[in-house]
C-alpha cells in the first residue's frame, strides 16, 4: 500500500510538472506573437509607439515617472528657450536620461513658417551638444492663432518643404483635413500626424471618419498610398479610450502630453494610455464583429434542455 501510494504520487507530481512547463510555453509564445513590433519612421525606428510629452507637469519628479511608466522611448520637447530652464533654474533635458530617451524636438509656439524653421534649426544645435539622435527630426507645428492652436496649412507646409530640403526628418502636425494630409506627405513628411481635436482640448478624437480619410489616402495602395507610411495621432487625447479608439481606427501610433500630465495622477494615467495602446493595437488585428440591429445568442437553441430556456440564463 505504501509502495503504491509513493507510485502514485510520484505520477502526480510529474503530471503537474508537465503542466507547468507547458503553460510556461504557451506563455512564451503568446509574449512573441503578441509582441508589439517597432514603428519605423524614415531613418529612426521606436520601440513604442507612444510618444509622450515633457511639458505641463508640476515637477520634474512627475515627469520622470511618468514617463517610464508609459513605456516610451521618444518624447518631445518643445526647443524656445524659456521652456527648457524652469523657475529654478534647472534644464529639463538635464532631467531626462538622453541615453533612454531620443528627444523630439517641436517646432510648439511657431505662427510662421519662417519661425518654425529657426526653431527646428536651433533644436538640432541643442541637441547636437548633447549627442542625442533627435537631432536630425522634428515635429512641424506652424499655428494659425492662439486660441485654438490649429495648425496654418499653408505655413506648415511651406516649413515642412525647407526642413525637408535641409535634411530634417520632418513629422508634420497637421488638422484632420485628408487633402492636406496628402499635400504634407508629397512635400516629403517622413510622417503626418492629424490632430484628434484641438491641443490640449481632451476631447478625444472629434471626427473618426476624416481620421479614416486620412489613413485612406495616405496607407491604402488602392489609393496611391503606402501600407508602411506611418501616421500618428496627435493632439487632443484625454483619456486611454481615446488613445484605444485611434489605434482601432488604423493609426500607427498616438502623441499625448496633456491627457497624461494634467491628469490627478499622472504616472497611473502614463501606465493606463500604455495600456490602451496595446489594446487598440491587437484589437483592430482581431477583426472586430459585425454591429448588428437584433440580439444574437451566445448559446444555440438547439439541444436545450426545454423549450422555454433561453440559452445565458
Not at 512627475?62 to 520637447?77: E, N, R
Not at 528657450?81 to 530617451?101: I, K, T, W
Not at 508602411?228 to 493609426?251: F, Q
Request: overall charge neutral.
Amino acid at each position: 500500500m505504501t509502495q503504491k501510494t509513493v507510485t502514485q504520487k510520484t505520477v502526480t507530481s510529474k503530471t503537474v510538472t508537465s503542466k507547468t512547463m507547458t503553460q510556461h510555453t504557451n506563455t512564451a509564445t503568446d509574449m512573441t506573437r503578441f509582441a508589439i513590433p517597432p514603428l519605423a519612421i524614415g531613418p529612426f525606428t521606436l520601440r513604442s509607439r507612444l510618444v509622450t510629452g515633457t511639458g505641463k507637469y508640476r515637477d520634474y519628479e512627475t515627469m520622470q515617472h511618468a514617463l517610464d511608466a508609459s513605456g516610451c522611448d521618444a518624447v518631445t520637447v518643445a526647443v524656445r528657450r524659456e521652456r527648457l530652464v524652469d523657475a529654478q533654474g534647472r534644464s529639463l533635458l538635464d532631467h531626462l536620461d538622453l541615453a533612454r530617451y531620443t528627444i523630439l524636438p517641436n517646432t510648439a509656439g511657431c505662427f510662421s513658417a519662417d519661425d518654425a524653421v529657426r526653431v527646428a534649426r536651433l533644436g538640432r544645435e541643442i541637441l547636437d551638444s548633447v549627442d542625442n539622435p533627435g537631432k536630425d527630426w522634428v515635429k512641424l507645428e506652424v499655428l494659425g492663432d492662439r486660441k485654438t492652436l490649429l495648425p496654418d496649412p499653408v505655413g506648415t507646409l511651406e516649413a515642412c518643404r525647407e526642413l525637408v530640403k535641409d535634411g530634417f526628418t520632418v513629422l508634420c502636425y497637421s488638422s484632420d483635413d485628408p487633402i492636406m494630409a496628402v499635400r504634407l506627405r508629397d512635400a516629403g513628411a517622413a510622417s503626418v500626424m492629424p490632430a484628434g481635436s484641438p491641443i490640449g482640448s481632451g476631447r478625444g478624437i472629434a471626427n473618426p471618419a476624416n481620421i479614416l480619410l486620412i489613413l485612406e489616402l495616405l496607407k491604402d495602395a488602392a489609393a496611391g498610398g503606402d501600407p508602411s507610411y506611418p501616421v500618428i495621432v496627435d493632439a487632443g487625447v484625454g483619456t486611454p479610450s481615446d488613445v484605444t479608439l485611434a489605434m482601432e481606427l488604423g493609426a500607427d501610433g498616438v502623441l499625448l502630453n496633456t491627457g497624461i500630465a494634467h491628469a490627478q495622477d499622472p504616472v497611473r494615467m502614463a501606465h493606463a494610455m500604455r495600456l490602451a495602446l496595446e489594446s487598440g493595437y491587437h484589437g483592430v488585428r482581431s477583426g472586430r464583429i459585425g454591429r448588428k440591429l437584433h440580439a444574437s445568442a451566445s448559446s444555440p437553441w438547439q439541444g436545450s434542455i426545454a423549450s422555454t430556456v433561453i440559452p445565458g440564463e
